[in-house]
């Protein structure tokens, strides 16, 4: 049984930073693809970070240079640093995996955990 579990959420001001963290239970975490997700009040749920098995990385233009996504294999946690936060950047977010990468860019994984929501004002 996979287990996601984030932490790390809060509130934050305009400018400030945040660090996410999400531990994976139960997974040979070190062969899949991670995710961040956030879903902003009235919006659909939008991946904003992707790191690969291999450390390859991919982000979204909307977080492109202020977001760094890593994961640490060792402690089977994935971490999301956010810096520059924008009030735009309030949402729910929330950690995914999967074996393919692909599946993560089209929405779709295996695994998701419950979210931790992040405040910005």
């Known amino acids: 049984h996979v287990q996601l579990v984030e932490s790390g959420g809060g509130s934050a001001q305009a400018g400030g930073s945040l660090r996410l963290s999400c531990a994976v239970r139960?997974?040979?975490?070190?062969?899949?693809?991670m995710a961040w997700f956030r879903q902003r009040p009235g919006m659909e749920r939008e991946g904003v970070a992707y790191v690969d098995s291999d450390g390859s990385r991919h982000y979204d233009d909307s977080v492109e240079g202020r977001f760094t996504i890593s994961r640490d294999n060792a402690k089977n946690t994935v971490y999301l640093q956010m810096n520059s936060l924008k009030p735009e950047d309030t949402a729910m977010y929330y950690c995914?995996?999967?074996?393919?990468?692909?599946?993560?860019?089209?929405?779709?994984?295996?695994?998701w955990g419950r979210g931790t929501q992040v405040t910005v004002s």
């Open positions: 995914a995996l999967d074996r393919l990468c692909v599946e993560l860019l089209r929405g779709r994984a295996e695994y």
């Open positions: 139960g997974s040979m975490f070190g062969t899949y693809c």
